[in-house]
RNA sequence: GCAGGUGUGGCGAAAUUGGCAGACGCACUAGACUUAGGAUCUAGCGGAGCAAUCCAUGGGGGUUCAAGUCCCUUCACCUGCACCA
């Protein structure tokens, strides 16, 4: 095995010494290639960053190589949780901590050899940086996005602590296993509803994977239908949602949600009141998780002494409350229709209540429901004049005719709510704003920005789930930015979420102290060429960032209302057991210590070869270890060097470099290796060694993936110029097809021999040759030729009988 | 339950997007070199068969001259979301 220490350390000094990444806002052909920035947690960097980083890394170093201006930056996302519970445990401040643990990253990534323009690094907790976040905060406030409204937050009354929905996941505190109540907390808010439709239609000006795109639709979640007033018998009247108006006819009851504002309203009116605020209170108790836990029995009560209307056919049906009707989806109650919806079906089985068909189907064991009618011609039974009308018909009708009568309308209906935006935790940027008695929220003066999170050393949360920073009298104490009275701070801060919203534009004018980009340097960039990051961002990450570049585009602060092109995301990096690394299973692997083994250049193309760059692939050191062998092979060909110059296969050399480039921009990392594993295994066959061209070829075509080894043989033997300065190889596309061709030979489909044809011979000679084959020739005697099939360059089927 | 994804040798995987299934690598076997080999090189390597050939891409069915690839159906696993009206 080589020195790869000293040729690693040799090289990354020089990039570093003679600043070879350092990029400037200018110039022809910009390229912005972002990959997801790192939590810098204290267990260092994992394979699986290795992974997305080399790859993105590869394509970077090629487009610059090709003469694009690469901006490929790299910075942290170090506000959250983990390094707050981590300082608590140590009692010092979080952000010794961060600064701690960026060192370790910043110091493996280095050693990597990633191409990242350091000078523009930067952490979301630097004042600097997050002065900006709270600026644009500010800015939602000032355009009336923000909003303080009072929310449920899981509470776990042993830790005094709020949790987040992952914290609390099946009811119980992750920490220390109490059940979770629901407690009421006044909360900031971003009102991200109202961009729904928005953030539906600018997905048309992404190229986002088609998984990507669903993933965003799916958690935007739109349904569209009806909206419909239901009167009350004795009067007052209250609206439904509805996606299947055809089915109106089964109406046999309401059902209401018990934390919505209709049964608070409905409440003088109810004969069993006792029962129905006990009902109130029992699902108060619940989280969302535990009531979809209890989903087994459709729990419920009757709502005595109110009976509603169905307005189509004046029909008197009962209101039950179910806390399987949430009270801010919709308008809080549903028509219920038993024989026509699973869930009504369940819950009049379960409370006895009438079902009456409307489409023919069959309900004798389940609901018919709309899955099962829609789009197969069903029809309405026992719908009056509709009766008869296929469902698709009858949906049309009766809205129509609802809508006429000026009892229903169309809407559509979403499935995103407001982007809660509070956490009541230290580590994250406090959110500026501060209350006066008298002149109620202002947000902080932009010249007192940013609000900084003071240097204390106890940030234990406090009894009552307010942010520890509400214990720091010198913190929330302040002056009113209005009227110059006492006033209090905001001591909420904000989600990891925030930071990460806008971290790409920083990146594109990261010292900027007038404005968080300005508007050229924006312009300059255009838009993320290229964002790489894991699957389980691809929803919620995704959804957030576009939402507040969407926000900051209609105020004009930036140039596009999506300012990411295309999203790609990657496989994890699984333990050799086929199993997510994890600590408690014993199967990390550290990159550190393959970097000490066998070189940053082997690790970094053993993570490009491992598989399908786009899905999990197991760790297997068997494998890396031919990586290993693959570098010595490179290095031991050079032995072989003869001095003529050119191609010695010109064929091959063509086809390798069409091939290299189409794979590193399609995310085809592993087959960009094997294709350069392949012109290895031609250099090693030829007679007369391979020539300075050759060498220097294979070292260009390599040096994405492995740039060290390859720099350093491109020095040793004197091939050109640093690698890192050259420019890339072009093919010619004539020449990446050999003149003569195999070509495949089929009788009835199976393979009965193969011919060598030149390329351009003309179909009938193709088949001449074909038929006068030997093993075709015979599987021909004594049968009918029925169909002759050429394709030219592929293949040759004579079909016989 | 819904949505998305995956399923190909002993293993990781390829397959120009409907055209020779298993490229490339690992593991394995045999041989060479060697004091030695967990180094290197050469050859072999889906299954059955001496062979011609036959069988084989989770299972079943279909379209086609031709299917891993398209359609229908079914099973298994993974990842999200989860009573969304």
């Not at 300005?518 to 929803?539: F, I, L, P």
């Amino acid at each position: 095995m080589y020195n790869f220490k000293e040729i690693e350390k040799k090289w990354q000094n020089y990039w570093d010494k003679n600043k070879t990444f350092k990029v400037k806002n200018e110039g022809k052909n910009p390229y912005y290639i972002l990959v997801e920035f790192p939590y810098p947690s204290g267990s260092g960097l994992h394979v699986g960053h290795v992974r997305s980083y080399t790859a993105q890394d590869a394509l970077a170093r090629m487009k610059r190589m090709q003469g694009f201006n690469v901006l490929y930056p790299m910075g942290y996302d170090a506000f959250g949780a983990p390094a707050e519970e981590y300082a608590i445990k140590t009692h010092q401040h979080p952000k010794n901590v961060v600064k701690k643990n960026v060192e370790v990253f910043g110091n493996q990534m280095r050693t990597l050899g990633f191409s990242f323009d350091w000078d523009r690094s930067f952490s979301t907790t630097d004042p600097e940086y997050y002065k900006w976040t709270q600026w644009q905060f500010i800015q939602f406030f000032k355009h009336d996005m923000a909003y303080k409204a009072v929310t449920k937050v899981n509470w776990c009354p042993k830790c005094k602590m709020v949790l987040s929905n992952e914290d609390a996941a099946g009811g119980v505190c992750e920490r220390c296993g109490t059940q979770v109540e629901q407690k009421e907390k006044s909360q900031w808010m971003l009102r991200m509803a109202k961009y729904s439709e928005d953030l539906l239609k600018g997905l048309d000006d992404t190229n986002f994977a088609e998984k990507v795109k669903l993933g965003q639709i799916n958690w935007i979640g739109k349904s569209s239908g009806v909206e419909m007033d239901v009167d009350i018998v004795g009067g007052g009247k209250f609206s439904i949602f509805t996606t299947c108006i055809e089915t109106v006819y089964g109406i046999t009851f309401f059902v209401i949600a018990p934390d919505g504002k209709l049964i608070e309203e409905l409440m003088p009116r109810v004969e069993n009141k006792e029962e129905v605020l006990e009902y109130i209170k029992e699902t108060s108790l619940k989280s969302s998780m535990d009531r979809t836990e209890l989903n087994k029995g459709k729990s419920g009560v009757l709502v005595k002494g109110v009976e509603a209307i169905n307005p189509i056919n004046g029909k008197h049906v009962p209101i039950y409350l179910g806390d399987f009707v949430l009270g801010d989806y919709g308008t809080g109650a549903v028509m219920a229709v038993p024989a026509h919806d699973q869930r009504d079906y369940e819950y009049a089985k379960e409370h006895n209540l009438d079902i009456v068909q409307v489409i023919e189907g069959d309900i004798s064991t389940k609901a018919f429901e709309k899955q099962d009618y829609l789009g197969k011609n069903c029809k309405l039974m026992n719908s009056e004049e509709f009766t008869g009308l296929t469902v698709e018909e009858a949906k049309e009708k009766i809205t129509d005719m609802l809508v006429q009568k000026g009892i229903a309308r169309r809407v559509n209906n979403y499935k995103m709510r407001d982007w809660v935006f509070g956490r009541q935790r230290f580590w994250g940027e406090p959110i500026p704003m501060i209350y006066c008695d008298d002149c109620g929220w202002n947000p902080v003066k932009e010249e007192d920005l940013p609000v900084t999170l003071p240097d204390v050393t106890e940030y234990e949360p406090t009894d009552n789930g307010e942010s520890p920073l509400a214990k720091i009298d010198e913190f929330v104490n302040c002056k009113c930015p209005v009227c110059g009275k006492d006033a209090k701070r905001e001591t909420d801060t904000m989600p990891q979420w925030a930071g990460s919203s806008w971290y790409f534009l920083r990146f594109m004018d990261p010292h900027n102290d007038h404005e968080f980009a300005s508007m050229d340097a924006m312009k300059y960039w255009n838009k993320v060429d290229w964002y790489n990051g894991g699957m389980e961002h691809t929803a919620r990450h995704l959804l957030y960032a576009r939402f507040w570049i969407q926000f900051l585009y209609n105020i004009g602060l930036v140039p596009n209302k999506e300012m990411i092109w295309t999203r790609v995301s990657h496989g994890m990096v699984l333990g050799s057991d086929n199993q997510k690394m994890s600590k408690s299973k014993g199967n990390v692997i550290n990159p550190d210590d393959i970097v000490n083994e066998y070189g940053a250049d082997t690790l970094r193309m053993y993570e490009m070869f491992m598989g399908d760059y786009q899905m999990d692939a197991p760790w297997n050191i068997d494998s890396l270890k031919g990586c290993s062998r693959f570098i010595d092979r490179i290095i031991k060909i050079g032995e072989k060097l003869n001095d003529k110059s050119g191609y010695t296969d010109e064929i091959l050399a063509n086809k390798t470099i069409a091939k290299v480039e189409y794979d590193l921009t399609h995310l085809k990392y592993n087959t960009a290796v094997s294709s350069l594993m392949i012109m290895l295994n031609e250099y090693d066959k030829f007679e007369n060694g391979i020539t300075k061209d050759d060498y220097r070829l294979l070292l260009i075509l390599l040096n994405p993936i492995i740039p060290h080894i390859t720099e350093e043989l491109n020095e040793q033997y004197n091939l050109g110029e640093a690698i890192c300065k050259s420019t890339w190889p072009q093919y010619d596309e004539s020449k990446t097809q050999d003149e003569l061709l195999t070509l495949a030979i089929q009788v009835n489909g199976k393979l009965r021999g193969t011919i060598k044809v030149n390329k351009d011979k003309p179909n009938d000679e193709v088949l001449k040759l074909a038929k006068e084959e030997e093993n075709v020739s015979k599987h021909l005697e004594g049968k009918e030729i029925i169909k002759e099939i050429v394709i030219p360059g592929k293949i040759v089927n004579i079909v016989v009988k």
